[in-house]
């Protein structure tokens, strides 16, 4: 079964420090991996897709097959950066995005 | 582009009440979900739709119906509303190609509709 984890609901960093938000997947074939993102009073949005192997926001992930993970990093957090942020999982014949339970970053001033 | 537009944003029933959630979309997307939000729990995928006059569900469909007359359009209707459908819903729209690079998966959502059953 398709399952994405993300073991830390919260997670409190101070501005300039590394973040590392991580994340899990299950998943028997060739999975695509995405982090979507929630500001506050905003709506959620792709953030950045393991396919593109772009840097957004200063942020990266890296899918590792071996681990079956796709952490998301970004070496200086910013305050801006606080938000809750879902790992997501693409995979199977109706290629449906399955979301994790999201991890809120707080980065403190 | 409007994007997708969900009403009402906020709504409050009582329990065995109905009420739609509606959401369109100016993207002419194929496809189209439904989501819901809860504290801890992540987003689920209620129902979806890949096309006009094709809908599927999702993880959890119970307590919900939907319909796709439209490319445009794909409301969600609650029947017999319940206290564990307070929730915040989500409704979603994706130009669904073959492969990730044609933007498959790369979901456009809206605003979100927080219902609250008393």
């Known amino acids: 079964a398709q399952r994405v984890t993300q073991p830390e609901k919260l997670l409190s960093v101070f501005k300039g420090a590394p973040v590392e938000l991580k994340c899990n997947y299950s998943?028997?074939?060739?999975?695509?991996l995405f982090w979507y993102v929630q500001y506050s009073r905003q709506r959620l949005q792709l953030l950045l897709r393991h396919i593109s192997r772009e840097s957004i926001k200063g942020f990266t992930a890296d899918l590792n097959k071996g681990e079956t993970s796709f952490h998301l990093k970004k070496p200086f957090a910013q305050e801006e950066d606080s938000a809750m942020y879902y790992c997501?999982?693409?995979?199977?014949?109706?290629?449906?995005?399955?979301f994790g339970t999201g991890t809120l970053l707080a980065v403190q001033p | 582009n409007a994007g997708v537009t969900q009403t009402p944003k906020f709504r409050i029933l009582k329990i065995g009440q109905s009420m739609t959630l509606q959401c369109t979309q100016d993207m002419n997307h194929n496809y189209m979900y439904w989501y819901r939000q809860d504290p801890g729990m992540g987003l689920k995928l209620i129902y979806y739709s890949v096309g006009a006059g094709i809908t599927d569900k999702g993880e959890v469909p119970n307590g919900y119906n939907v319909s796709r007359s439209t490319t445009e359009d794909f409301p969600l209707r609650l029947e017999l509303a319940a206290p564990s459908q307070t929730s915040v819903y989500f409704c979603?729209?994706?130009?669904?190609?073959?492969?990730?690079?044609?933007?498959?998966?790369?979901?456009?959502f809206g605003a979100g509709s927080r219902l609250t059953v008393l």
């Open positions: 998943y028997s074939g060739s999975p695509e």
């Open positions: 997501a999982l693409s995979g199977g014949a109706t290629n449906k995005l399955i």
């Open positions: 979603a729209s994706e130009a669904m190609g073959l492969r990730p690079e044609s933007g498959a998966n790369v979901l456009t």
